[in-house]
């Protein structure tokens, strides 16, 4: 059994199998997904998990070297975007229907609980050395 970080069995294997410049997607429960990348879907309840827990966990497990949201969660959700800017190291916006273009692209989306508007990340994969 493992000591500590994400328990999910197939959470856990997709993020081992990204490598440098893989994108994921840390997704609220509406984005629309669509077919191409690997979807682990966490979504229990409206709110459970959250982004911020999901993200805090994956952010424990990878190295991230740049994200992405949508310019509108400024505006539209002024909290998610002040807890995206403190935990990433450099954060880029682009217009909400570029971003739900660039989903098709990646290679991982988790899809969490959470029902705020534009709460959605999109992570690159660094190296730890």
């Known amino acids: 059994m493992k000591r500590a970080g994400i328990l999910h069995a197939g959470l856990n294997a997709e993020l081992a199998r990204l490598g440098h410049t893989d994108e994921l997607v840390v997704a609220d429960c509406g984005l629309?997904?669509?077919?191409?990348?690997?979807?682990?879907?966490?979504?229990?309840?409206?709110?459970?998990?959250?982004?911020?827990?999901?993200?805090?966990?994956?952010?424990?497990?990878?190295?991230?070297?740049?994200?992405?949201?949508?310019?509108?969660?400024?505006?539209?959700?002024?909290?998610?975007?002040?807890?995206l800017t403190t935990r990433l190291p450099l954060v880029d916006r682009v217009a909400h229907e570029e971003f739900k273009a660039r989903v098709a692209g990646v290679r991982l989306v988790i899809r969490t609980g959470e029902a705020t508007p534009y709460a959605n990340v999109l992570l690159r994969c660094g190296v730890p050395f």
């Open 32 to 83: 629309p997904i669509p077919a191409g990348p690997a979807v682990v879907d966490l979504a229990f309840v409206f709110g459970v998990p959250s982004l911020l827990q999901v993200l805090d966990a994956v952010l424990a497990e990878l190295v991230v070297e740049r994200a992405l949201v949508a310019a509108e969660v400024d505006e539209r959700n002024p909290r998610c975007a002040a807890a």
